[in-house]
């Protein structure tokens, strides 16, 4: 028997254990305590049993089991999991074979015989039972292939989790077909990253090992798949049809040909993204038999625009006049949308960030700032001042006191203009060839007769010149000064008349009143003190404008 489990399940039979409880009693004896067998091949466990003669009536019935179920015994031969496929092999009245076939993996487990007769106590387990183990093959490549070398000659090795019989032979494939001549459990050969390899213990080719192969060209998904935003958890997943089964790098360009390496593992996990991590991305699949590296990735992180930066152009000097560009420039995916102001007040709006002055103007002079926005937000630059140089505008010029200026009198003129650099200034009298005075401000403190004139002043910078118009200031003329005193004179001298014929006229009435017989005359009369006393308080008022006061007095 134990050549014929060899044969059809390669059995390897370790030790040989009799179970009993002494001459003519109960007892168990297994042909071997280990066995391992092929995936797909058949199996017997070789059993016999020793009873007392006088209880064999007696049996209840003889069972194998590997498990309990609510207390009791699973016999096999009802149990699912084996069933078309165990046989009990009793051929004497001694015998207890197991045999199965269609060997699982799952079938790998402790195999024990037990006998029960019709008497409660009569109850035997041959314990330790047989462990049984169920293997298939597998290719191990012991080394590592160089992955700069395209052909290498590993030892390929055909192996089993548990030991098979010495004996056995092997059947060994490369790219699924059969290499006639190789028996042996190693194989040796020339590999080259395309090939794949397979073994089987030869009567069983058709539970052969899995091939061995480099890995195939990785795939790359990105999770979530949707617009991948900053801040947001996003997993780059790698995978390779490989044998053994891949490890692998994730790597990052940052340049030509420079590139950074990852975590070995088939993910890359970003839980917060930021924009730095936009880029291309690939990963490499490598066992030992080869690598293979994906193609690229590249992940577009969408962000709110980064603060901006401005700058204007030339960054000398600005001319008025000349040409000049603001530039706003801002990190942002999707790419911003700018917003030109000056001093809050929109001036342009645009996909570029560029502000174009064809012939830039004073008044263009001021603060700017720019606005970067896209669909995931907005963001202000810092103010830029735009100083506009140029040459001064014509000047104004004020005198002070606007009114006739008197001998020895004080006299202030002011020169203002606009102008970037501020100008200098120089004061200019009509018909003389040198200066007056420099300086925005030209005080007379003592003005006479030879100050009078017309006056300009000259504003300077480096841009230009401009020059005021002329201003003329004179001295108030004296002649008119006299006409003035003359005819208050003569209406003072008037008044004086006036005052003496008024009192004649009522001394006059008077004097008539008397000498006539009593009867009294009715006359008419204008009174021209009355009329002319309005004007004489008239007459005051003037005289005291010409400081003449005492004459006034004297006269009345």
């Not at 009245?93 to 993996?105: E, F, G, M, P, Y």
């Not at 387990?125 to 000659?153: A, D, I, N, W, Y």
């Not at 030509?256 to 390496?261: A, E, F, N, S």
Request: hydrophobic content about 30%; some cysteine.
């Amino acid at each position: 028997m134990s050549l014929t489990a060899a044969t059809r399940g390669f059995v390897v039979f370790l030790l040989s254990v009799q179970v009993v409880q002494g001459q003519y009693v109960w007892g168990v004896t297994y042909t071997s305590t280990e066995i391992c067998a092929v995936k797909g091949s058949t199996v017997e466990i070789g059993c016999s049993y020793t009873y007392p003669s006088r209880s064999y009536s007696s049996f209840k019935k003889e069972i194998w089991f590997t498990k309990m179920n609510n207390g009791e015994f699973v016999d096999l031969s009802s149990d699912s999991d084996y069933a078309g496929r165990v046989r009990y092999i009793y051929n004497n009245n001694k015998d207890c074979t197991l045999r199965i076939s269609d060997l699982r993996k799952s079938d790998s487990a402790e195999y024990k015989f037990r006998i029960e007769s019709m008497q409660e106590a009569l109850k035997y387990t041959g314990s330790p039972g047989v462990t049984l183990s169920v293997t298939g093959v597998m290719v191990h490549v012991p080394v590592e292939v160089q992955s700069r070398q395209r052909f290498v000659k590993p030892e390929l090795k055909c192996q089993s989790s548990c030991r098979l019989p010495d004996s056995s032979s092997y059947v060994w494939y490369e790219n699924e077909r059969v290499q006639n001549g190789r028996t042996s459990s190693s194989y040796s050969i020339y590999y080259n990253a395309g090939d794949n390899y397979s073994c089987a213990v030869n009567g069983h080719e058709n539970h052969r090992s899995p091939s061995v192969y480099a890995p195939k060209l990785p795939s790359v998904s990105v999770s979530p798949s949707a617009e991948v935003e900053e801040g947001s958890s996003v997993t780059l997943t790698c995978s390779s049809d490989a044998n053994p089964a891949a490890k692998y790098t994730w790597n990052k360009w940052i340049g030509t040909p420079i590139l950074t390496p990852f975590k070995k593992r088939p993910q890359l996990v970003f839980s917060s993204i930021h924009s730095s991590d936009s880029g291309q991305y690939y990963c490499t699949a490598q066992n030992n038999l080869g690598m293979k590296s994906s193609k690229d990735i590249f992940i577009h992180v969408k962000y709110p625009p980064k603060p901006p930066s401005v700058s204007v152009s030339p960054s000398a000097e600005i001319e008025e006049g000349s040409s000049v560009t603001l530039t706003c420039s801002s990190d942002a995916n999707p790419a911003a949308n700018y917003t030109w102001y000056k001093e809050n007040r929109k001036v342009f709006l645009g996909a570029v960030g560029s502000y174009h002055f064809t012939s830039i103007s004073s008044e263009d002079r001021g603060n700017y700032y720019c606005r970067a926005e896209n669909q995931y937000g907005e963001v202000n630059s810092t103010s830029l001042f735009v100083n506009v140089q140029y040459p001064p505008k014509p000047p104004s010029v004020s005198v002070s006191p606007s009114a006739e200026r008197e001998e020895g009198s004080s006299v202030t003129l002011t020169c203002s203009s606009d102008a970037n650099p501020a100008a200098n200034y120089t004061w200019y009298k009509e018909d003389e060839d040198s200066p007056k005075a420099s300086g925005q401000i030209f005080n007379i403190s003592d003005f006479r007769a030879e100050h009078s004139g017309s006056y300009s002043c000259g504003a300077q910078n480096k841009l230009g010149r401009s020059n005021s118009t002329l201003h003329q200031i004179i001295l108030a003329d004296k002649s008119i000064m006299i006409m003035n005193i003359t005819r208050l004179t003569l209406m003072v001298v008037m008044l004086i008349l006036l005052l003496l014929f008024c009192l004649l006229m009522r001394k006059e009435k008077a004097v008539s009143f008397n000498t006539e017989l009593n009867e009294p005359i009715e006359t008419w009369e204008l009174d021209p003190c009355s009329v002319y006393e309005n004007v004489s308080d008239l007459n005051m008022v003037s005289a005291e404008q010409t400081e003449e006061p005492e004459e006034q007095e004297d006269l009345v």
